[in-house]
């Protein structure tokens, strides 16, 4: 009935407004319920974990006026990462999965506070080591392109807590210096800019922990598998 790419609230308004005066409803055979096609209803591994991922840059832009690049510049991005049963029980045993490792880095240490980012490649990951020892996490991540014009460079430091053979704690913040930007992720700070990364174990009362993570991009298994 209608569309807009415009993120100006009004200019949305103006639309659904428009698209109401079209709608002319008419009687129709109800719709028979069918099971949901899994492919566009994804949900979280069954005894899995789900963190929220929230990314924000520190510092490093130029001042401005603009109403929208000021948005952006003091903007907050949320994501979800998923995690296996397995993985979770492997956390539980005191242990950091390296496939859990590898993909906390590919999709998430990005900077995705202005747009959709580019996810790193495998061999974008110069090195993600992540240790996990009496509940205290531990790690240094490097991605970096082939050209070196983007690339991130972070300190790891997390709390995992279990109980009853559960994690019932699982707190992760990555910081460290970011460059570069992607194509929907125009507008970057100039140079080297202080990027934090935080995850945080989800409750589900939140409708957003639901969604699948970004990087998955409507195929979980492969990103599950990486």
């Known amino acids: 009935m209608g569309y807009t790419n415009n993120r100006d609230p009004q200019r949305v308004i103006n639309l659904m407004q428009r698209a ?3 709608f002319k409803p008419k009687k129709v055979k109800a719709i028979k319920k069918g099971d949901p ?3 566009y209803n994804p949900k979280p591994p069954t005894g899995g974990l789900v963190l929220r991922v929230r990314a924000k840059i520190l510092s490093g832009y130029e001042p401005t006026e603009n109403k929208w690049k000021k ?3 003091s903007s907050i991005s949320r994501d979800n990462l998923w995690l296996t049963q397995k993985e979770h029980s492997q956390l539980v045993k005191g242990e950091f999965p390296e496939k859990l490792a590898q993909r906390l880095a590919r999709f998430h240490l990005v900077d995705n506070t202005r747009g959709e980012p580019p996810m790193w490649r495998k061999k974008e990951i110069k090195n993600i080591k992540i240790d996990l ?3 205290r ?3 240094k991540a490097h991605l970096e392109t082939e050209k070196k014009n983007r690339g ?3 300190d790891l430091l997390g709390v995992v807590e279990t109980k009853g053979g559960k994690v019932t704690r699982l707190d992760i913040v990555a910081k460290g210096l970011f ?3 992607g194509t929907y992720t125009r507008n970057a ?5 202080p990027l934090v990364v935080s995850f945080e174990l989800a409750d589900g009362k939140d409708v957003a922990d639901a969604v699948p993570p970004q990087g998955s991009r409507g195929w979980v298994p492969g990103y599950l598998n990486n």
């Open 152 to 154: 991130y460079q972070a």
């Open 37 to 39: 096609d899994q492919r």
């Open 179 to 181: 460059w570069g930007e």
């Open 189 to 193: 700070p100039k140079g080297k800019f």
């Open 137 to 139: 996490l531990t790690g």
């Open 71 to 73: 948005i952006f510049q």
């Open 133 to 135: 020892k009496k509940g």
């Open 20 to 22: 109401l005066k079209k």
